[in-house]
């Protein structure tokens, strides 16, 4: 329920006139006659709100307050009524409420929304959210219309969620690292363990296959296959290692990585990929890079998984202090039916890797006409005192 502000209640279309509701509500103070036929709907609506509702004098006393103020405050209505509105407030508020206040007065009509600590009638502080509106103009009014809102646990949960989410984001950069690290240990195992067992098993057999004599052929056909297999585990284990962790993401950055996994991508697909970059000169720091290769990659699969294209687009560019990265393609589009499955989980691993450094993700999709994912992160240059100039060449 929106927070509900005494003067629009008294604006209710009804034959009582907002005047004659107001004036017997606010003459009779905290104990409202209910005799008055006239100003019951007003007295039911504004006694049943869950929010306080009051009007406040000039001189910060309050001259009316609805029978809420002691579900919101804990106050009976004549432990309130009649007091200055400050000597509730924390006193690490009151300088700000103050000048709330004054700004309430010197702006007829506006409403002033603020949240404030205010002491409940046990002693506790409770955070209460305050809409008030100078009617000090109106002659039906001459009051400061204010309603009063406890949002303690809405803030408490609020903060909760916050904490909670900043935990999985840690959780996600942790799992992600992690991740990088074990592949890149892998990769180099497989690399220098498997591969150099392998290159020596290779010229081994080629040796044994050059002692062998010429006859019987058999033994020279069986140690040439043998040499083939060999090659191509020798294929799997460098093919297996660069998948891993490409060596070129590490030996000459993010945009040159970008272009062989472009290569890679076209020639395994034979869908056209196609990249334009404007990062000349600037550094990227080996964990964006990373996380950014990643993100490339998880998009690649999709395109290729899901979006039945024939073309797609790469774009790096450093726009307004930030990196941008763009991938689009002319495909189907993302289809409804696809929210609920792989796709959806890998957007879903994107958007956790760019949030936890801070960027946003953008996806945008128009069935039959392709899809185009939108990254954008701050750009953090390396220990060089300046950011490069990305056009120069």
């Known amino acids: 329920m929106p927070p509900l502000v005494v003067s629009d209640v008294f604006c209710l279309q009804s034959h009582v006139s907002r005047h004659e509701a107001l004036s017997s509500l606010s003459k009779a103070g905290p104990a409202v006659s209910l005799e008055d036929e006239r100003t019951l709907p007003y007295r039911a609506i504004v006694e049943n709100s869950l929010d306080a509702v009051a009007l406040i004098r000039q001189d910060s006393t309050t001259s009316f307050a609805s029978a809420s103020v002691t579900r919101v405050l804990g106050y009976r209505l004549e432990e309130f009524v009649g007091r200055s509105i400050f000597e509730f407030i924390h006193p690490d508020d009151l300088e700000r409420s103050r000048k709330l206040f004054a700004d309430a007065l010197d702006s007829p009509g506006k409403p002033i929304v603020a949240e404030v600590r205010c002491r409940h009638r046990d002693g506790s502080w409770r955070l209460i959210e305050v809409v008030g509106v100078n009617r000090f103009d109106d002659p039906e009014v001459r009051a400061l219309v204010a309603n009063y809102r406890d949002v303690t646990h809405r803030k408490i949960a609020e903060e909760e969620l916050k904490e909670s989410r900043e935990q999985l984001r840690n959780l996600s950069r942790h799992i992600n ?33 050059q002692a062998l004599p010429r006859e019987p052929e058999a033994l020279r056909s069986s140690a040439s296959a043998i040499l083939e297999s060999i090659d191509g585990l020798l294929r799997t284990v460098r093919d297996l290692s660069t998948e891993l962790r490409p060596v070129v993401l590490d030996h000459l950055g993010l945009v040159e990585a970008i272009k062989w996994q472009a290569r890679q991508f076209e020639s395994r697909t034979g869908i056209a990929c196609g990249i334009r970059s404007r990062l000349d000169g600037v550094a990227v720091d080996p964990n964006r890079s990373t996380d950014l290769f990643r993100v490339v990659q998880e998009a690649l699969t999709n395109v290729v998984r899901h979006a039945r294209a024939t073309r797609v687009q790469i774009q790096l560019l450093r726009e307004a202090g930030d990196l941008l990265l763009e991938v689009s393609d002319n495909g189907q589009g993302i289809q409804q039916e696809d929210g609920s499955r792989q796709a959806s989980l890998g957007l879903l691993g994107i958007r956790e890797r760019i949030q936890a450094l801070g960027g946003t993700v953008e996806i945008s999709s128009t069935s039959g006409s392709g899809t185009r994912l939108r990254v954008r992160i701050p750009l953090v240059a390396k220990e060089t005192g300046h950011e490069e100039d990305p056009d120069r060449r």
């Not at 991740?179 to 080629?206: A, C």
Request: net charge positive; aromatic share 0%; hydrophobic share 35%.
């Open 177 to 209: 690292a992690a991740r990088e690290e074990e592949r890149t240990r892998i990769s180099r195992e497989i690399h220098d363990e498997l591969g150099q067992k392998l290159t020596v098993l290779k010229m081994s057999v080629s040796r044994l296959r």
